[in-house]
């Protein structure tokens, strides 16, 4: 596709639920990032994968998150046992990986909203 | 240390003025130093970007201003516009992590 697709654009789960989000990065892009954005709030950085390395997790920030990204492509955050402050913004962006002046694009979100 | 550290929270200017704002960070591993702009419901948008072995950058009406000894670097906007009225996010990557500031939110009266 032309851009980062993320699907769905709004989520309304019961809290206790899990819930998953989806993003199709740029094809060819070999790094994808998960933010998480809450309101009146900065990018929080979630996770990063870049090509087949092992992704950096650091920014998860509980054992409810998780992500995986399938052949190098589209990616799945999942959210388990959803909760009222897990209610945010959740961005996806891809970039050509490397070292140079590369631009993160990124999708329009998922705004996830738990009640 | 890999927050950067972003100010103001708000800012609000009149048409034709100059907007700046600030960040800072820690670690001087930090490579690239990209701001993004961000429209209500989109997702941010590159606007300009730097490496740390430039003191500045200027794109039109955006200048960035990088200042290694202090790890210190600014984004001014010349001429603020209405259309300009945005969040901005400055960003730092390491290792091909980016990891972004608070955002500011800017907003330009006509």
């Known amino acids: 596709g032309a851009g980062v697709s993320q699907s769905p654009s709004n989520k309304v789960t019961e809290k206790g639920k899990d819930v998953e989000l989806r993003c199709d990065p740029i094809?060819?892009?070999?790094?994808l990032y998960w933010y998480r954005q809450s309101l009146g709030q900065g990018l929080e950085f979630l996770i990063y994968?870049?090509?087949?390395?092992?992704?950096?997790k650091s920014g998860l920030p509980s054992d409810r998150f998780s992500a995986e990204r399938t052949g190098g492509s589209v990616s799945t955050l999942t959210i388990q046992r959803t909760q009222q402050e897990d209610s945010a913004v959740y961005l996806c962006?891809?970039?050509?990986?490397?070292?140079?002046?590369?631009?993160?694009?990124f999708g329009q979100g998922t705004r996830l909203t738990v009640v | 240390q890999q927050q950067v550290k972003q100010s103001p929270q708000s800012l609000i200017v009149q048409k034709g003025g100059i907007s700046i704002i600030n960040c800072a960070y820690e670690n001087t591993a930090f490579d690239y130093f990209p701001w993004y702009q961000q429209f209500p419901g989109k997702g941010p948008a590159l606007l300009i970007a730097i490496r740390p072995d430039v003191s500045e950058k200027k794109e039109g009406r955006f200048t960035i201003s990088f200042n290694k000894s202090a790890k210190q670097f600014s984004l001014h906007i010349m001429d603020s516009q209405p259309g300009d009225s945005a969040t901005y996010f400055c960003a730092a990557r390491w290792g091909g992590k980016l990891i972004f500031g608070q955002g500011t939110e800017l907003s330009v009266k006509p």
């Open positions: 094809s060819g892009h070999t790094a």
């Open positions: 962006a891809s970039t050509t990986g490397g070292g140079g002046d590369t631009e993160a694009f």
């Open positions: 994968f870049q090509g087949n390395s092992a992704p950096d």
